[in-house]
């Protein structure tokens, strides 16, 4: 059965999470896709391709990407390279403090290249994405024409 992981499972959107995914097959090539739904509905997803080490797993935090939305060794590029379905859109988060975006995490067999797979993953897991970290205290500012937003710590 095939494993995919990220620790934390909720984290703070700057923090690095790992990503890992187990139980494949010694030198499987892979297909890793990350994506997520805006406050819009609006869809953003990136893949990254690799091929799994002698031990049947994959750890994008050491191993190179072979290509996709990025190659090379990028430990949070299936995050920074998230792209939209439809061309100029902006992945924006507008309730920052009372919802985290769900980034949900997919392995897929071989290299999948369209928009949306054509078989279902292997594995999948869903990471949480907060902008505010617990505690946190937001307070809106609007003074003349400056609009904006204080955030104190707890």
Do not use: N
Request: aromatic fraction near 10%.
């Amino acid at each position: 059965m095939v494993e995919v992981t990220v620790t934390p499972q909720s984290s703070l959107a700057d923090q690095r999470v790992q990503v890992r995914v187990r139980g494949l097959s010694p030198s499987q090539l892979v297909t890793l896709r990350a994506w997520l739904k805006d406050e819009h509905g609006e869809r953003f997803q990136s893949r990254a391709f690799f091929r799994a080490d002698g031990s049947g797993e994959v750890d994008p935090g050491t191993q190179a990407a072979l290509g996709g939305s990025y190659s090379g060794v990028w430990p949070m590029g299936l995050f920074w390279f998230l792209q939209p379905d439809t061309l100029f859109r902006r992945l924006v988060k507008r309730d920052v403090a009372g919802s985290p975006y769900r980034v949900r995490l997919e392995v897929f067999d071989g290299l999948q290249l369209g928009a949306e797979p054509q078989e279902q993953p292997l594995g999948w897991c869903e990471a949480e994405r907060w902008y505010v970290g617990p505690g946190v205290q937001r307070v809106p500012i609007r003074e003349g024409r400056v609009r904006g937003a204080l955030f104190l710590p707890p």
